[in-house]
């Protein structure tokens, strides 16, 4: 009987998102990890006991960093040799991208990433996820003239996706849903199949910290919901 229990036990972790804890020693190296999504996963990769270290821009309030006694690599993504000088930090054994930007800044979306895929691969550092967007994806053409500012950034993602899946790196794509400012709920899921919907960044960080974790979602690209919340209306 326990061994049926643990059977049933593990596909019900599946069903919810939760997949079966697998081990992960760390240390963890992760861009955009100052806010978001990003902060959400190195609060769950700390809980858990996980070495992390963020890199971060000059400008970056990096208190609650500080509070979780995680390590900073202060440079910029856009520049490749501040990229490969945070994988000299340590010995990693996994990296995140969770890079973002303001509008009127320059976008990391694409040199960024590729910054981030290259230093990985010349480390040795294997495992990498990338957090991207719902709305990206092969299929997407260049923005034309009088194109609006998400279809650059989702363009950007796409380019920065093909790169890294390129790679030849053990890597996981996650194009989360519409993203919301609340909390963990313990409902959302990865998925291969696209589907509208939206996400808690504190939920959509669980989930990623445990990808991190799961060999089950390499070379996948995966779709971050959580079917308890409604879908987001279109415009």
């Known amino acids: ?133 719902i709305g990206v994806g092969s299929t997407r053409e260049p923005p034309g003239e009088g194109a609006g500012f998400m279809d650059e950034v989702f363009y950007l993602k796409t380019l920065a996706e093909d790169h890294l899946m390129e790679s030849g790196l053990d890597y996981t794509v996650i194009r989360p849903g519409g993203l919301r400012r609340g909390e963990a709920t313990g409902t959302g899921v990865l998925i291969e199949e696209e589907k509208m919907g939206s996400i808690d960044r504190q939920e959509l960080g669980r989930l990623v910290a445990g990808a991190l974790a799961d060999d089950s979602t390499i070379g996948k690209i995966l779709f971050g919901i959580d079917p308890a919340l409604p879908v987001p209306e279109e415009e």
């Open 1 to 133: 009987m326990r061994r049926i229990s643990n059977v049933l036990m593990a596909a019900l972790l599946v069903l919810v998102g939760l997949a079966p804890a697998q081990a992960l020693e760390g240390p963890v190296l992760v861009f955009g990890g100052t806010s978001g999504t990003g902060l959400a996963t190195v609060q769950n990769l700390r809980a858990d006991g996980i070495a992390v270290t963020v890199f971060v821009r000059p400008t970056s309030d990096t208190s609650v960093l500080e509070s979780l006694d995680v390590s900073t690599v202060v440079g910029d993504a856009l520049n490749a040799a501040d990229v490969e000088r945070a994988f000299g930090t340590a010995d990693f054994e996994a990296v995140l991208s969770s890079l973002g930007g303001r509008r009127g800044e320059p976008r990391p979306d694409l040199d960024g990433n590729v910054n981030i895929t290259n230093a990985a691969k010349a480390s040795g550092v294997k495992r990498i996820i990338q957090i991207s967007s």
